[in-house]
C-alpha cells in the first residue's frame, strides 16, 4: 500500500470513529457509546500490560492493582477538588511510583514467581481498599455519603455526558498506541525484546536488564493511572470491587488472544472479550452472558496450544526464531518425547 | 487462648498443607506453578458433597461421608491427571509463559463450569456426624478438628514414606532432580509426571472435602484464597520441597489463626497477612525456609 493511500484509511478510520458515535447518540442505540467508551479504557489497560507480557515478557497477574490506585488517587484528590489534570497525573504518578517500588525487588524473580508476586500484590491491594476504612471507606467505596466526585473538565470544558468521556477516552487510547509504537521502535523497545529472547545473552550485550525492566513496569502503570483517573471520574464512583483478580485476568486474556507484543492484536484482543459478552447477551440472552468466562478460560488454553502467537501477531515476533531450532531445546524434546514416539 | 488459636491453626494448617503437597510436587518435576490446583481442590469439595446427598440416601450418614471424601480423592486424581494429559503435555517444550497461561485458562473454565452447571450460590455443607466438643487445658476443640488433623496426618505420613521408600518414589524423585538424566536411568519421565499429578490432585481433593465439611459451605470460587495461601505455604517451605510444604502449611496455619485470635480487627487483616508473607518470602528469602538455593540454569 502507497503512503498516502495508508494516510487515506487511517484517517477516515478516525473520522468514523468520531462521526458514528455523534450520530448515534440521540438514537436508542446510544448504549452502544457508553459500551465504546468502556472498551476503551480495557485498551489502555491492556495496551500498558502489553508492554510488560508482550515487550518484555514478564507475565502481571495483578495489573488491575494499578488501576485501582488511579481510581482510588483520583477520587480522593477530586473529593478534595483537585481540579482534573492534576488528579490524572498525580494518579499516574501514583501508580508509577507504587509499582517501581514494588518493582525493584520482585524483578529480580524469575518469571513464574513474578506472576504469583504480582498477584498477591493485586489482592493486597484489593483487600487494603476492602478494609481500610479510613481512607477508602471499605466496601462502600467512594464517595462517602455528602461528598462527590465532581465531573471532569478540561480547559474549562466540563464533560458530563458519554459521548464527552468516549472522546476523551478515544483522545488517549490513539496516544497511547503512538506512544507504545514510538517505544517499540526505539532503543528501549529493542532492548524490552532482547531481554524477553534471553536475559542472559542481552545482560552480557550490555542491556542494562533490571533497569529496563523496571522502566517498563513504571511505564505500564502509568497507562494504569491515567484508565483509572478517567473512570473514577466518569463513574463518579469508586468501590473495591472493580478491581478483582478476575478483571486482571481478563485483561492478560485480552493480550493473549490479540497476540502479545502486537499492538493492532491488543486492539483486537479487548474488542473481543468486551464485545463478546455483550454479543452473547443480546443474541442469546443472559445465560449465555454468563458463559463468557468459560469460552474466555477455553480459549486461552486452546491459543496457548495451537496458535500462541495471538489472533493478530506483531511482526517481530515472526521473524523469530523458533524454539526448537536452538541446540539444547532440540536435545530436551528428544528425551522427554523418546517414549511417545 | 494460645493453645486454641494453636489448636485452630493445626486444623487449618493442615489443610493448607494438603493442597500445598500438590503445588510443591509438581513444581518439583516440571518447574510449573499449577494454577488450576486450587479449582481441583474447589472440585474435591463439590464432588464430595454430591456424593454424600446421593450416598446418604441408602446408608448411615457418617459412612456416605467417608465415601464422599474416597470418591473426591479418586475423581480429583483423575482431573488432574487428565488436565496435565489435555493442557499442559502439548506444552512441554513451549516458553515458560505458554503453560502458566494455559494453567489459568483450565481455572478459569473449571470455576466456571461448576458456576453455570451445579451453583453459583454457596450450598451448605451438613455435618455428617455429631459434633462432640471437648475441652482440655482452657482450649475448646472438637471432633471434627480432630478428624481433619487425624486424616491430614496420615494421609501426609503416607506420602512420606511412599515418596521416601517406594521404588515409585525414589523415580519421583529422581524426575524431580534431573528428568533427562533420571530418562536416560529408564526412568519414565512422561508417566512420572502424570502420577504426580495423579497424587496432588488425590490430596488436593480429600482436603476440598475436608474444608467443605470444617466450614459448612462451599462455593465455586472457594478455591482461589486457600490455593494462594497453600502456594504461599508451599513457597514459605522451598518450593519443591515435599516436607517444607507439610511445614511451611502448618506454620501458615497457625500464624493466621494467631493474626485472627490476637490482632485488633484481625480477622479483617488475615489474609493480607498471608499475602504479606507470599511478598516478603518471594522477596527475601525465594528459595524458602527448608530449599536449598538453585541457580538459575543458562
Keep these: 500500500m502507497t503512503k498516502p493511500a495508508k494516510w487515506g484509511l487511517w484517517g477516515s478510520g478516525l473520522v468514523l470513529l468520531i462521526l458514528i458515535p455523534y450520530l448515534l447518540q440521540s438514537t436508542p442505540a446510544s448504549f452502544c457509546i457508553r459500551i465504546a467508551g468502556i472498551a476503551g479504557l480495557y485498551m489502555l489497560l491492556a495496551l500498558g500490560l502489553n508492554v510488560v507480557i508482550g515487550f518484555v515478557g514478564l507475565l502481571d497477574l495483578g495489573f488491575m492493582a494499578f488501576y485501582a490506585i488511579g481510581s482510588y488517587t483520583a477520587a480522593i484528590l477530586s473529593i478534595q477538588k483537585v481540579p482534573f489534570v492534576w488528579c490524572v497525573l498525580a494518579s499516574m504518578l501514583a501508580s508509577c511510583l507504587i509499582r517501581i517500588l514494588i518493582g525493584f525487588p520482585a524483578l529480580r524473580l524469575r518469571g513464574d514467581y513474578l506472576a504469583v508476586v504480582t498477584l498477591g500484590f493485586g489482592e493486597v491491594v484489593r483487600l487494603v481498599a476492602t478494609n481500610w476504612d479510613a481512607l477508602t471507606n471499605g466496601p462502600k467505596g467512594l464517595p462517602r455519603v455528602g461528598q462527590s466526585i465532581r465531573p471532569a473538565s ?58 529496563q525492566k523496571v522502566v517498563a513496569f513504571g511505564l505500564s502503570a502509568a497507562f494504569a493511572g491515567l484508565a483509572g483517573a478517567i473512570f473514577a471520574h466518569w463513574e463518579g464512583f469508586v468501590t473495591p470491587e472493580s478491581f478483582t483478580f478476575w478483571e486482571s485476568v481478563l485483561l492478560v ?89 | 487462648m494460645i493453645l486454641q488459636q494453636l489448636i485452630n491453626g493445626l486444623t487449618l494448617g493442615s489443610l493448607y498443607a494438603l493442597i500445598a503437597l500438590g503445588y510443591t510436587m ?37 459412612q456416605a461421608f467417608l465415601a464422599g471424601i474416597m470418591l473426591s480423592f479418586a475423581v480429583c486424581a483423575l482431573l488432574a491427571f487428565l488436565i496435565e494429559r489435555i493442557a499442559y503435555r502439548p506444552l512441554r517444550r513451549a516458553s515458560r509463559l505458554a503453560p502458566l497461561i494455559s494453567a489459568i485458562g483450565v481455572s478459569i473454565l473449571l470455576q466456571n463450569a461448576v458456576f453455570l452447571w451445579i451453583s453459583d450460590q454457596s450450598l451448605a455443607y451438613p455435618h455428617a456426624f455429631e459434633i462432640k466438643h471437648f475441652e482440655w487445658l482452657g482450649a475448646r476443640f472438637n471432633s471434627l478438628q480432630l478428624l481433619i488433623l487425624g486424616i491430614a496426618f496420615v494421609l501426609m505420613i503416607t506420602l512420606h514414606f511412599f515418596v521416601n521408600k517406594t521404588r515409585l518414589g525414589t523415580a519421583i524423585r529422581a524426575t524431580a532432580q534431573d528428568a533427562t538424566t533420571a530418562s536416560l536411568m529408564g526412568i519414565p519421565v512422561n508417566s512420572i509426571i502424570a502420577i504426580t499429578f495423579f497424587i496432588g490432585g488425590a490430596l488436593g481433593g480429600v482436603a476440598g472435602a475436608l474444608n467443605g465439611m470444617y466450614y459448612g459451605s462451599i462455593k465455586y470460587n472457594m478455591g482461589f484464597m486457600p490455593g494462594t495461601k497453600a502456594f504461599t505455604a508451599a513457597v514459605l517451605g522451598g518450593i519443591g520441597n515435599i516436607p517444607g510444604a507439610m511445614w511451611g502449611g502448618i506454620i501458615l496455619g497457625v500464624l493466621e489463626a494467631m493474626v485472627a485470635g490476637f490482632i485488633p480487627n484481625g480477622s479483617d487483616w488475615k489474609d493480607v497477612i498471608a499475602f504479606l508473607v507470599l511478598l516478603i518470602i518471594l522477596l527475601f528469602k525465594p528459595d524458602g525456609l527448608f530449599g536449598k538455593h538453585v541457580p538459575d540454569k543458562v
Excluded at chain 2, 518439583?28 to 469439595?45: D, T, W
Aim: a neutral charge; one cysteine or more.
Design chain 2, 26 to 62: 509438581v513444581y518439583g518435576v516440571l518447574l510449573m506453578i499449577n494454577f488450576a490446583h486450587s479449582e481441583i481442590f474447589m472440585c474435591g469439595a463439590f464432588v464430595s458433597l454430591l456424593c454424600y446427598v446421593r450416598f446418604s440416601a441408602f446408608m448411615p450418614p457418617a
Design chain 1, 253 to 341: 486474556c485480552a493480550v493473549v488472544l490479540g497476540g502479545m507484543g502486537s499492538i493492532p492484536g491488543v486492539i483486537l484482543g479487548t474488542l473481543c472479550i468486551v464485545l463478546v459478552p455483550e454479543i452473547l447477551r443480546s443474541v442469546l440472552g443472559s445465560y449465555f452472558a454468563n458463559a463468557r468466562y468459560l469460552l474466555f478460560g477455553l480459549s486461552l488454553i486452546l491459543m496457548a496450544i495451537y496458535r500462541p502467537q495471538g489472533l493478530w501477531p506483531s511482526k517481530r515476533r515472526t521473524h523469530e526464531l523458533k524454539p526448537t531450532e536452538a541446540g539444547e531445546d532440540h536435545a530436551r524434546e528428544t528425551l522427554y518425547d523418546a517414549e511417545r514416539k
Design chain 1, 154 to 211: 478540561l480547559f474549562g470544558f466540563e464533560l458530563t455526558s458519554n459521548l464527552h468521556y468516549y472522546y476523551l477516552i478515544l483522545a488517549c487510547v490513539l496516544a497511547a498506541v503512538w506512544v507504545c509504537e514510538r517505544l517499540n521502535h526505539s532503543r528501549v523497545g529493542r532492548a524490552w525484546v532482547a531481554i524477553r529472547e534471553d536475559e542472559v545473552a542481552a545482560e552480557l550485550m550490555g542491556v542494562e536488564v533490571t533497569r
